[in-house]
C-alpha cells in the first residue's frame, strides 16, 4: 500500500463527537486506557462501534489513528517504511508507530482482515511489555501512558481462515456490541440524519424485523448505518419507497427473492 492510499488514517479533529452508551462501555475504556490496556470490540457492522472510540478519543482527548484493515494490509503498513524522497531514502512512520510516539489510540478496524504479519507486531504491544519493535531501523519503542490500542472485528463473518487466534485475542480486553435498544436507535436515527422523531419510528421497527430474519436469507441484519442513510433521504424529500430502497434493500441482498421478500416486509411495516 502506498502512502497516498492510507487515506482512511486520519487523525481526529473534531469536537466531541455524538455517542449514546449502551451499557458500561465508556467506565471500561476509560479504566483500560488509564490502566495501558488493549481494548477489542466485537459485533456487527454498522453497529456504533467506530463512533464510539472517536468519541472516546475525544473525550479523552487523544489523538485518534484509524486504519481500516484489508487482506493486503501489511505489519510494514502499520509501522512505516523506507520512501525514496529526492533521491535520497527516508524513514516514514506508519500509523501505529506515529500513535505510540505520540501517546495517541490507534484503532485497527476489522483487525481480522490484516495479514498474519500483523499479529507479530501486537504481541509485544499488547502485553505489558508495551513496545513496538521496528525492526527495520532496529527501534524498540516503549508506549508512553498516554498510548492505547483498539481492535474491532465482525464475529458474524463466518470465515474460519480470518478467525482471530485466541494467543492474539487473550491480549485484549474485550466488549460486545450489538445494535443499540429500540429506543435509543430511534434518538441515534433522528439526531444524525435530521428526521423528524416520530417519522424514524417505522424504521425502527422494520430494523428490527429484518434483523429477526437474519441468519436465514440474510448474511447480516439492517446496520445503524443504513437506517441513518434511509432517514437522510427521507429527510431530503425522497420517496419511502425509493428511499428504502436504496438504504436498506440494495445493500442487505443481491438475491431477486429476498428482495421481494424486504419490500413485503416494508408494505406491512408503514
Ligand atoms: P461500526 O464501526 O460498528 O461499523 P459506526 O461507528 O460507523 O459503525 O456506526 C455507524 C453510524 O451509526 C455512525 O456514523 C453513527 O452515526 C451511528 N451510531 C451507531 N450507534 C450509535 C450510538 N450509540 N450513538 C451515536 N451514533 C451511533
Not at 509501522?79 to 524513514?91: F, Q
Not at 483487525?111 to 500483523?118: L, P, T
Request: aromatic share 6%; proline share 6%.
Amino acid at each position: 500500500m502506498t502512502m497516498n492510499a492510507m487515506t482512511d488514517m486520519k487523525p481526529e479533529t473534531r469536537q466531541i463527537p455524538h455517542y449514546r452508551p449502551a451499557g458500561n462501555e465508556i467506565a471500561l475504556f476509560e479504566m483500560a486506557h488509564a490502566n495501558g490496556l488493549p481494548l477489542l470490540l466485537k459485533g456487527p457492522t454498522g453497529c456504533g462501534k467506530t463512533r464510539f472510540v472517536e468519541y472516546m478519543a475525544a473525550r479523552l482527548g487523544r489523538r485518534l489513528y484509524t486504519v481500516a484493515c484489508h487482506d493486503d494490509l501489511s505489519a510494514a503498513d502499520l509501522i512505516g517504511r523506507y520512501l525514496l524522497r529526492g533521491g535520497a531514502t527516508e524513514w516514514v512512520d506508519g500509523p501505529l508507530t506515529r500513535a505510540v510516539r505520540e501517546g495517541a489510540i490507534c484503532y485497527l478496524d476489522e483487525v481480522v482482515e490484516a495479514r498474519k504479519d500483523v499479529a507479530v507486531v501486537l504481541h509485544p504491544l499488547t502485553d505489558d511489555r508495551r513496545t513496538l519493535m521496528i525492526d527495520r531501523t532496529g527501534e524498540e519503542l516503549k508506549a508512553p501512558p498516554g498510548f492505547m490500542l483498539v481492535a474491532s472485528y465482525n464475529p458474524g463473518y463466518q470465515n474460519v481462515l480470518k478467525r482471530m487466534k485466541p494467543s492474539t485475542r487473550q491480549r485484549f480486553l474485550s466488549a460486545s456490541f450489538d445494535f443499540p435498544d429500540p429506543a435509543t436507535e430511534q434518538a441515534v436515527v433522528a439526531q444524525e440524519s435530521g428526521l423528524d422523531l416520530a417519522r424514524t419510528a417505522p424504521l425502527i421497527r422494520l430494523a428490527g424485523r429484518i434483523r429477526a430474519l437474519s441468519g436465514m436469507d440474510l448474511e447480516e441484519g439492517v446496520s445503524t448505518r443504513l437506517l441513518i442513510y434511509a432517514a437522510t433521504l427521507i429527510a431530503g424529500g425522497m420517496g419511502l419507497d425509493d428511499a428504502l430502497e436504496a438504504a436498506v434493500i440494495e445493500p442487505l441482498t443481491d438475491d431477486a427473492d429476498v428482495r421481494t421478500a424486504l419490500r413485503d416486509l416494508v408494505a406491512t411495516t408503514w
